[in-house]
């Protein structure tokens, strides 16, 4: 016989650096084909436009808003995937609590936290432990603060099958207003 897991508020494997916080609830260790993580993205962060060759991937937004988007542009720009549409006109959505994203491999997909306070979300990946171990570098990269090695992040998403398109940015949101794209006037 075989049991299930149940994984009470406020537990799960936590990593957490000054801005982030990542909270490991199912693993390698207990699934075999999903990892899933409550993820609490930080303002200002950015995590770029990329693409997985192989993974599957599923964000549920909890609490907050975030910037998401999960198609192929007409044209890949390397900038500010806020800005891309889809051949059929499709832009990124601001996604609030109860949002959720499906990503299948192959689809440029980003999100990002525009806002001034903190976003929550649930976030299932397959195959099973790849951002486990990728969460684990990546959050030892960013303990060290504001400086952040943008080559260090490269190679290590290179090494974890993330195609990076646009940048990953780790800063705060501008307070400057913003046009209905939401680009910064």
Same mark, same amino acid.
Request: hydrophobic share 35%.
């Given at each position: 016989?075989?049991?299930?897991?149940?994984?009470?508020? /406020? @537990?799960?494997? $936590?990593?957490?650096?000054? &801005?982030?916080?990542?909270?490991?609830?199912?693993?390698?260790?207990?699934? $075999?084909?999903?990892? @899933?993580?409550?993820?609490?993205?930080?303002?200002?962060?950015?995590?770029?436009?990329?693409?997985?060759?192989?993974? %599957?991937?599923?964000?549920?937004?909890?609490?907050?808003?975030?910037?998401?988007?999960?198609? %192929?542009? $007409? =044209? =890949?720009? &390397?900038?500010?995937?806020?800005?891309?549409?889809?051949?059929?006109? =499709?832009?990124?959505?601001?996604?609030?609590?109860?949002?959720?994203?499906?990503?299948?491999? /192959?689809?440029?997909? &980003?999100?990002?936290?525009?806002?001034?306070? *903190?976003?929550?979300?649930?976030?299932?990946?397959?195959?099973?432990?790849?951002?486990?171990?990728?969460? %684990?570098?990546?959050?030892?990269?960013?303990?060290?603060? %504001?400086?952040?090695? !943008?080559? #260090?992040?490269?190679?290590?998403? +290179?090494?974890?099958?993330?195609?990076?398109?646009? *940048?990953?940015?780790? &800063? !705060? *949101?501008?307070?400057?207003? +913003?046009?209905?794209? /939401? #680009?910064?006037?």
């Amino acid at each position: 016989m075989v049991d299930g897991l149940i994984i009470p508020p /406020g @537990t799960g494997r $936590r990593l957490v650096t000054a &801005a982030h916080e990542v909270t490991y609830k199912v693993t390698g260790a207990h699934a $075999r084909h999903t990892s @899933t993580f409550e993820v609490v993205v930080p303002p200002g962060f950015d995590v770029g436009a990329h693409v997985h060759g192989h993974g %599957e991937e599923f964000f549920y937004v909890l609490d907050g808003e975030l910037d998401v988007l999960a198609f %192929e542009p $007409r =044209r =890949r720009t &390397a900038d500010d995937w806020r800005t891309w549409r889809s051949e059929t006109g =499709r832009g990124p959505v601001r996604a609030g609590a109860g949002s959720c994203m499906f990503v299948p491999p /192959g689809c440029p997909h &980003a999100f990002g936290n525009p806002t001034t306070r *903190p976003a929550r979300m649930l976030f299932q990946s397959t195959p099973a432990p790849d951002h486990e171990r990728y969460f %684990e570098e990546l959050l030892t990269i960013f303990e060290n603060g %504001e400086r952040v090695d !943008a080559e #260090r992040v490269a190679r290590l998403r +290179r090494d974890y099958d993330i195609h990076q398109i646009t *940048p990953l940015r780790h &800063a !705060a *949101p501008s307070t400057a207003p +913003r046009d209905e794209q /939401g #680009r910064t006037r």
